[in-house]
């Protein structure tokens, strides 16, 4: 798609459909588009739109337009304007003009601007919000919006931001299609194929193959992998922007969850092959920082893998080995991210990291806790989790802060190993980070459970159903404010 900023006047731009953000209660002659605009639109506010957040109204334009129709955007109250509403605002509107067939649309930014708001946040909505999966649909969504207009002042910081923001939700939509893809497409060997094709002079992609895995003590994250023929991929990217010391984000990525010899029950479990978001939401932030040639050193690894019963498979009761030399008694099949991210820690120690963090679709009493609205964050370094909670409200990716108390290793105890892989149902959440921390040293750490978030059932406004590539945008902003 084709964006582009020009200084002109709303009036005489020829496009299938003008934007026009409205504040709730606000009056035509808010929009200072020339005398037929607000003429109309005194006529319309009162009985049909009323500005409110996320209301839409299209209209055929009057005399003196040149734009075919005008799209009224509510952003509702001034009071209560952020970058959000406007992120929202343009997930709304986008997709509504591409169903009417519009392919060239154009932004009135002076509203924005006067409300001392930015055009960016609504371009990136946009872009989230026109994110379509149908890949394996004989009918594909043959509409289309081919170029979007920002009518505003061009500036080289303008054109900075919307350049960023564009190939940031281009790697969301990466991430969200390599979540959105079935396991038996998205096998740990796709996954890897998937990071292989991210190499560039400054980003080195590398595959730790089991036999390898073997020889460097793996055996936590390799114990998940014994039920499957699908062969387990240790994924490590190495974008070298800085000669600093970098920052490894881990993703959880089981390519798909059966559960193990704890098998799941079979409601829901179609979806499990969303189980590796995390490992996608890191390779679109390898992606990202990549595409834009950022100046920082980042490592991110993804201990792929499938969890599968089988014969060879793992069961409850038996002991293993991790990296560290650390004994886990695996008390649950099903507790399996935590085995191969406890392995991926370990080995991150290699690299000397300024700080480690790991995301993880890691417990469904992270959705109980947070329903679908937040992300569960624990973690070691208050510094690292300050900087994540203002990347949290910047993005509106949201964090919640939970405990991680030393009281929670006691759950742990295991009668014949180091550490068990489960506490029980009582801080199942809390106990889950407590079982990382294990591994983690003296490196400041942030883990980040995304259960309830990664996967969502209802339409959001630039969020469709589907995998939602959540934490991917607030990583990306943690490691900018980082740097």
């Not at 932004?107 to 409300?115: G, K, N, T, V």
């Amino acid at each position: 798609m084709k964006i582009t900023i020009k200084n002109l006047r709303e009036n005489d731009c020829v496009c299938d459909a003008l934007i026009l953000p409205v504040i709730e209660g606000g009056s035509a002659e808010d929009l200072s588009l020339g005398t037929s605009v607000p003429a109309l639109l005194k006529n319309c506010l009162p009985s049909e739109f009323h500005g409110k957040k996320n209301e839409l109204l299209l209209l055929p334009s009057p005399a003196g337009i040149k734009s075919k129709k005008l799209l009224l955007v509510g952003l509702g109250r001034k009071e209560e304007l952020t970058p959000e509403i406007i992120r929202q605002a343009g997930g709304k509107a986008l997709p509504h003009l591409r169903s009417t067939g519009a392919r060239k649309v154009a932004l009135a930014a002076a509203p924005l601007f006067d409300l001392k708001l930015s055009p960016v946040p609504f371009i990136e909505g946009a872009l989230l919000g026109l994110y379509t999966y149908d890949r394996y649909k004989k009918e594909k969504e043959t509409k289309a919006i081919a170029e979007i207009t920002v009518l505003t002042r061009p500036s080289r910081v303008l054109a900075a931001e919307i350049g960023m923001i564009t190939k940031l939700s281009g790697a969301v939509c990466f991430a969200r299609d390599l979540v959105n893809t079935p396991s038996n497409d998205m096998t740990p060997t796709h996954m890897a194929r998937a990071a292989a094709a991210l190499r560039t002079k400054k980003m080195t992609v590398s595959v730790i193959e089991k036999k390898e895995a073997e020889k460097l003590g793996m055996w936590s994250y390799l114990s998940v992998s014994k039920g499957s023929d699908e062969p387990p991929k240790f994924i490590v990217l190495d974008y070298r922007g800085s000669k600093k010391s970098p920052v490894v984000l881990i993703g959880k990525s089981v390519t798909f969850d059966s559960g193990g010899i704890s098998i799941k029950p079979s409601d829901g479990l179609e979806k499990m092959k969303y189980d590796m978001a995390g490992g996608a939401a890191v390779l679109g932030v390898m992606k990202a920082v990549s595409d834009l040639g950022l100046p920082l050193h980042v490592v991110g690894i993804l201990p792929a893998t499938e969890n599968l019963p089988g014969g060879n498979a793992t069961r409850p009761g038996d002991v293993v080995r991790a990296i560290t030399g650390t004994t886990i008694e695996i008390i649950n099949t099903d507790a399996e991210g935590r085995m191969t991210l406890a392995d991926a820690i370990g080995y991150a120690q290699r690299f000397r990291p300024a700080a480690i963090i790991d995301i993880a679709t890691l417990t469904g009493a992270c959705a109980i806790a947070l329903g679908s609205d937040a992300i569960a964050m624990m973690g070691t370094d208050r510094s690292l989790i300050e900087t994540m909670r203002q990347a949290a409200e910047t993005t509106n990716e949201k964090v919640w802060e939970m405990p991680l108390f030393e009281e929670y290793r006691e759950y742990l105890k295991s009668d014949i190993a180091d550490i068990k892989n489960v506490g029980g149902r009582s801080g199942s959440l809390p106990t889950s980070a407590r079982f990382l921390r294990e591994f983690v040293g003296e490196t400041p750490w942030v883990h980040l459970d995304i259960a309830g978030t990664a996967w969502t059932e209802k339409e959001r406004p630039y969020t469709p159903r589907g995998a939602s590539g959540i934490g991917l945008r607030l990583l990306f902003e943690t490691i900018r404010r980082m740097a």
